[in-house]
């Protein structure tokens, strides 16, 4: 003969907020921040836009927006003198490239640390950065 009793019910799946996807960055406070750091080689256009938007998500993507941006805001500031420096004759051409690459480099360097630990849900330190937006 079978067994009469009825199955048991199906494990109690964590209900998704009403107007969000399943799996959105809002979800995990890391993510944001962790973008926040990846884009930082693009400049402060990125950064800027994502602190914006995800600064009211969580308080540590607030303040590693602001860390992220700071840093593009140094890493913009690279990409001008490089403009600036290639209008010079012989020195400044020279030296643009250089001054271009390393700033590159610096960024693609910090901002993959920063996003890993941001990732980790880890604060990062730029080892240097300009703290304008506060």
Do not use: C, R
Not at 80 to 98: K, M, T
């Amino acid at each position: 003969m079978t067994d009469s009793t009825p199955p048991p019910p199906p494990p109690e799946q964590p209900q998704q907020p009403a107007g969000q996807p399943a799996g959105s960055a809002s979800t995990n406070p890391n993510t944001m921040a962790t973008i926040a750091h990846a884009v930082v080689v693009t400049g402060f256009l990125i950064p800027l836009i994502i602190w914006l938007v995800g600064k009211d998500q969580s308080q540590f993507t607030d303040t590693e927006g602001k860390k992220a941006l700071n840093f593009g805001i140094l890493v913009s500031i690279g990409y001008f003198a490089s403009v600036i420096l290639s209008v010079i004759p012989i020195i400044g051409w020279i030296l643009s490239p250089i001054l271009w690459l390393g700033t590159v480099v610096v960024a693609l360097i910090f901002g993959i640390q920063g996003a890993m630990a941001a990732n980790k849900g880890q604060a990062y330190k730029y080892p240097f950065n300009l703290n304008l937006v506060k």
